[in-house]
């Protein structure tokens, strides 16, 4: 059963019954008085004309996600834990991000690379928590990865005075830098409980720690703990950036997409940030009804906005875009990690969704890149599916901005796949390497539970080339499976590919036993 639809069904329904009773042509005049028309609030949007123009030109080589051959998947062999009785579990493992120097090459940690991973039994959707995996460098195999296991112990969040932390359910996404004293920080998204006949709704606040990390013998990394762990961001009053209270989930409405997570760590010009996934706020063109009357969210000429925006008051996803407010947010944090100021959004996606995840920035031959990941199915565009996932590009001379779309749209990678598929991929993830405009792209592979035999892994990295605004997927570069870094003789010589299987795709052995719920 899809919940997801059955939410949008009802919703739709009700939005239309609305307007029968109460006339949409009364909602068309009000909105046409709307006072911030065209009111841009000083940051750059993702509009609706770019994403439309999308549909035509993801099949192009240059935008596809390689296809994998299924036969050579393997689930990570260290991904494995304990239980309480002894038994041993499988995990799945799936978005990651590595140990990152300042400027968001992979570091070198006492001769090891180190990801930080999302993991967790397949059969407990709410064990999502932060494990440390690493290698030495240099080293490639996906058997080369050694697991030091969870990252915080349950205890850890019980930190006095911090009442955010203290009701920590989950552990989400986040980043990784090493500090200039050679010390690991990790900065991630507490996610509360949603319980709501406790007063929880999912709230998710923008955490960090010290990550204190030992080598005990000459191949082995262990994790001795953690120190300085805090709560940094929770939205604060909601003007800039959506906060939990002010979804209306406390009134019984949660159709919202609510998002405040992925921190994304980076450096400029001695300043530290943190780029992260949001919401707009009230200040910053909040949702609802009115937001369909923004040119600036439609973009295009005059003539296609009255056209598309028509089309859109009455589309059935209506109730939707009006409540679509994505962002990726920035903050700037003091010298010892805590916060000291909201900036402006760096970009948002009002009308087209609530969903621009783990959002990536980083300098390469001095402009600045940001990239976020999507998913068809969070967005209200034409022509756009529920299977279509993206990874969108934007540049800017600028950290804050303005940023203008890569290759035109803000189309980097494409990938249309059936999710029941363990060769699907999501939360690519672009890492800037040495030398060269290569950057390697990392994500996972095969949905959370959906199989018995295949758990949630790293999938083979590819190389993907930048060159000013125009990106393009290298030709037979397929990596391998959670490859980071690439040979800093040659980095822009492709590599040789892990060819497709066409056949394995739709072998008997990949179907799920279990589908999505």
């Known amino acids: 059963m899809n919940f997801k639809k059955m939410i949008k069904q009802s919703v739709v329904l009700s939005l239309s019954a609305s307007l029968l009773v109460s006339g949409g042509t009364l ?30 030109q993801q099949n192009s080589e240059q935008f596809k996600v390689p ?61 999502t928590f ?31 005075g911090d009442t955010l932390l203290n009701d920590q359910a989950e552990e989400w996404s986040g980043s990784a830098t090493m500090t200039s004293d050679g010390k690991i920080r990790l900065f991630y998204t507490n996610r509360q409980a ?61 159709n919202d997409n609510h998002t405040l997570r992925d921190p994304h760590y980076i450096e400029d010009k001695g300043r530290k940030y943190l780029v992260f996934e949001a919401n707009t706020g009230k200040k910053t063109g909040y949702q609802g009804a009115e937001s369909l009357n923004n040119p600036a969210y439609y973009g295009g000429t005059k003539a296609f906005f009255e056209a598309e925006r028509k089309k859109l008051l009455a589309s059935p996803v209506r109730a939707f875009a009006e409540i679509a407010n994505g962002a990726l947010g920035i903050i700037e ?45 969070k967005m209200y565009i034409d022509g756009i599916d529920d299977e279509d996932i993206y990874l969108l590009g934007y540049v800017s001379n600028s950290l804050t901005g ?10 980097v990678l494409h990938q249309d796949l059936d999710p029941n598929d363990i060769t699907w991929t999501y939360a690519h993830f672009a890492i800037p390497q040495v030398k060269g405009n290569n950057v390697v792209i990392t994500s996972y592979m095969t949905n959370r539970g959906f199989f018995e035999d295949h758990h949630s892994t790293f999938a083979p990295s590819f190389l ?31 590599v040789k590919p892990n060819k497709p299987n066409h056949s394995n795709n739709s072998n008997n052995s990949n179907k799920p036993n279990k589908k999505e719920i």
């Open 27 to 56: 909602a068309l005049a009000k909105g046409n008085n709307h006072k911030d028309a065209g009111e841009t609030y000083g940051f750059s949007h993702i509009t609706r004309a770019d994403m439309l123009k999308i549909p035509a």
């Open 67 to 127: 296809e994998f051959d299924a036969s050579t998947i393997q689930n990570i062999p260290s991904a494995v834990k304990y239980d309480e009785n002894g038994n041993k579990i499988e995990m799945d493992v799936w978005d990651s991000w590595p140990l990152q120097n300042a400027d968001g090459t992979v570091a070198n940690y006492k001769g090891y690379e180190i990801v930080f991973a999302l993991a967790g039994d397949p059969k407990r959707g709410s064990d």
């Open 130 to 160: 932060i494990y440390l995996f690493y290698k030495k460098a240099g080293e490639t195999s996906l058997s080369s990865w050694k697991n030091a296991g969870r990252v915080f112990k349950d205890s850890d969040k019980l930190v006095p």
């Open 194 to 254: 949603w319980a709501p006949e406790r007063g929880f709704y999912g709230k998710q606040i923008l955490t960090t720690a010290q990550v204190n990390v030992s080598a005990p013998n000459k191949n082995t990394l262990k994790i001795d703990g953690v120190e300085d762990l805090k709560s940094i961001y929770d939205g604060k009053d909601g003007e800039i950036y959506q906060n939990v209270e002010s979804t209306g989930f406390s009134q019984g409405d949660y």
């Open 333 to 377: 944090l003091n010298d010892d990690y805590t916060f000291k100021k909201e900036l402006k959004p760096l970009i948002a996606s009002n009308t087209v969704t609530d969903e621009i995840e783990r959002p990536n920035v980083f300098k390469l031959r001095g402009k600045w890149y940001l990239f976020t990941s999507s998913r068809g199915s």
């Open 402 to 411: 303005p940023y203008k779309p890569l290759n035109g749209t803000g189309l």
């Open 464 to 494: 993907m080339n930048i060159k000013n605004s125009t990106t393009s997927v290298v030709k037979d570069s397929i990596l391998e499976q959670g490859q980071i870094t690439i040979s800093t003789d040659n980095p822009n010589k492709p």
